[in-house]
């Protein structure tokens, strides 16, 4: 029931305290002059030429659907731009192409030569070519469920697909600082569904080859959705959220309850191996590993708990979290895995673990002086590469930065940014 209160917050503000000076005076600023956060729609014809008749209808058509977008109370773009010339000591303001029906190739004309000299539009909603315009759309979903904030994406993905039908000769995408959330959370629902059960996977194959026993893969496999399952409901109670970052925790909580589940089966089985019984063999491996697994889950919970001092509330979560599900994992590696193995003991076949690590220490043994050598390589290369990695961490900052370069997002914001120049 505790995952049901689980919510993926993508919000950027999150990164910052409520009470951050800089935080409050960016509400502020909001409070009087509107919230920034917006979704773009980037239009870009086949032709690369923006004022043409088509072009222009679906400029209209969709800066009137898209106030229908939730939460939408301001549409910018090219067929509402407030135009304004004098006529000798008047003023005029109208819209650049007010009479939406009536297109000549005249009005198209001359509606292009303003456009270009207008500096209010180059470079927000026209790029230097008139070949990529854009409809901006802004929203305010601040102080609102997340539920807000995902009916305007799902509003405007629809809306795309409908322009797209409508015009195929159009290429529309989608992008700002609420598609930036969106994806954010789509990322997260992909990891979550693919990247995690993969690796899960992965390691369940290994530990299945190595340990020479299905039945030991499965019950770690047991352990580990009840590890997981039982601290996201622990931080669905607690009111926690996950974000960006702290959704990394049930990556880690999986790594670390493996971990502590093959410690406990390695001996087990050497045990059984041995021809000891199976409950006595229980009871020798839990014996053998409680007072290790336990303080390797010590230190690891105040390694990530050290994590609260940092001044960003996500990495405070993470740290918190994770600490979190490293105890859950542990007392279900010491207590729900002797339990299956009560009920359904494994057959001992042979430790690939064991052999190895005996095959291990014996060439560590033989090449002790080439080892030291090498280790000694790696820590130079490693330095180096640290000083590296910290030189360029300067230009790691953007909200860009956190994005594969293959993300439809980014690949749409490369797109506007080279468009613009």
Request: glycine share 4%.
């Amino acid at each position: 029931m505790g995952i049901n209160h689980v919510v993926f917050n993508a919000d950027y503000r999150e990164f910052f305290e409520i009470n951050d000076p800089q935080r409050m005076k960016f509400d502020e600023i909001q409070d009087v002059f509107g919230s920034s956060d917006n979704i773009m729609f980037l239009l870009v014809p086949a032709s690369r030429d923006v004022f043409t008749e088509e072009v222009f209808t679906a400029i209209h058509q969709l800066t009137e659907r898209a106030w229908q977008i939730p939460h939408s109370y301001r549409v910018d773009s090219l067929t509402n731009y407030q135009y304004s010339w004098s006529v000798g000591d008047d003023l005029m303001v109208e819209d650049l192409l007010p009479d939406i029906d009536n297109l000549s190739f005249e009005r198209l004309a001359w509606a292009k030569e303003a456009a270009l000299s207008e500096p209010g539009l180059m470079g927000r909603l026209l790029n230097n070519e008139a070949s990529v315009t854009a409809v901006n759309v802004l929203v305010n979903v601040r102080g609102k469920p997340a539920s807000a904030e995902h009916n305007a994406v799902q509003y405007a993905y629809a809306l795309s697909e409908e322009l797209r039908r409508e015009y195929p000769q159009l290429d529309v995408y989608l992008l700002g600082e609420v598609m930036a959330n969106a994806t954010f959370n789509e990322l997260y629902v992909q990891d979550t569904t693919t990247l995690l059960p993969l690796m899960v996977l992965l390691i369940l194959l290994l530990a299945m080859f190595a340990l020479k026993s299905a039945v030991a893969s499965i019950h770690i496999l047991v352990v580990v959705i009840v590890s997981v399952t039982a601290s996201i409901g622990l931080i669905g109670w607690l009111g926690g959220a996950l974000t960006s970052h702290s959704s990394a925790a049930p990556i880690i909580i999986v790594t670390l309850a493996i971990a502590d589940c093959v410690h406990l089966l390695t001996h087990y089985l050497r045990f059984r191996q041995e021809g000891i019984l199976n409950e006595d063999a229980i009871a020798k491996s839990v014996d053998r590993n409680a007072k290790a697994i336990f303080y390797t889950s010590l230190t690891t919970i105040i390694g990530f708990l050290s994590l609260n001092a940092s001044d960003s509330p996500p990495f405070r979560d993470l740290g918190n979290f994770v600490a979190l599900g490293v105890m859950m994992a542990f007392l279900f590696s010491v207590l729900l895995l002797p339990l299956l193995l009560m009920f359904f003991p494994c057959s001992p076949r042979g430790n690939l673990i064991q052999i190895t690590w005996k095959a291990w220490i014996d060439m560590c043994h033989r090449n002790a002086r080439s080892i030291v050598a090498l280790t000694v390589m790696i820590l130079l290369g490693s330095v180096y590469g640290l000083k590296k990695m910290i030189s360029t961490m300067t230009g790691l900052h953007t909200l860009m930065s956190l994005f594969l370069s293959d993300k439809p997002w980014i690949l749409v914001n490369n797109t506007l940014v080279a468009q613009r120049h």
